[in-house]
């Protein structure tokens, strides 16, 4: 059996800089791919955006890991509105770069923390994008997150087609604190939640 083939692929970013990234391609043609925008601290080697990543290959598509950097100084001191600019001109890169590459008929995006505000520029440039978005999305958090806001999940289900998986004392990180046993369960919760989602949207 051919094993999916890994490759860097060139992505000029925000003025210009280079996006390292890692695309993996499957060695049969595919109408899919998935696009992964990693958190500040949690990159797409780390567990929940890694096996979501074998998950989607297993499922014959593409996957285009980005390693976006957004914890230097040089973002952090910019205005909000340059820094909305850098992560959207850098979503907007890496896409088209990808999608030059087979032509595809499915795009599935995939974002941890501030990279679900690249998700947010793509479908529609501003705030109120999940507000606003139609297709299939499944949202995921944990109760234990300083970031999750169950009224504004809630609204946003009730404006959409959105899932949501919610887990009950689970930190930023997916994982339940000082329990490695139980993180490892959240995780395995967390994946097979995304394979039905999938299995529900014919991928």
């Not at 395995?188 to 939640?193: A, G, M, P, S």
Request: hydrophobic residues 40%; charged residues 20%; contains cysteine.
């Amino acid at each position: 059996m051919e094993e999916p083939v890994f490759t860097t692929i060139p992505i000029s970013g925000y003025q210009a800089r280079s996006i390292a990234n890692v695309l993996i391609q499957q060695p049969q043609v595919t109408s899919t791919l998935a696009v992964i925008f990693p958190g500040v601290n949690y990159s797409c080697d780390m567990p929940l955006l890694y096996y979501t990543a074998r998950l989607l290959g297993q499922r014959n598509s593409d996957v285009l890991n980005l390693h976006t950097e957004y914890s230097q100084p040089e973002y952090r001191s910019l205005p909000a509105a340059q820094r909305a600019e850098w992560i959207s001109t850098d979503a907007t890169a890496g896409v088209e770069a990808a999608l030059a590459h087979r032509e595809y008929q499915k795009l599935i995006l995939i974002g941890k923390s501030i990279g679900t505000l690249s998700l947010a520029t793509l479908i529609g440039q501003e705030i109120g994008a999940a507000m606003r978005f139609q297709g299939p999305a499944l949202y995921i958090s944990g109760t234990g997150d300083d970031l999750y806001e169950a009224d504004n999940l809630n609204r946003i289900k009730q404006a959409t087609r959105a899932e949501s998986l919610i887990i009950e004392g689970a930190n930023h990180s997916m994982e339940i604190p000082g329990k490695m046993e139980d993180s490892l369960q959240v995780l395995k919760q967390v994946i097979t939640r995304i394979g039905s989602f999938l299995d529900r949207n014919g991928v």
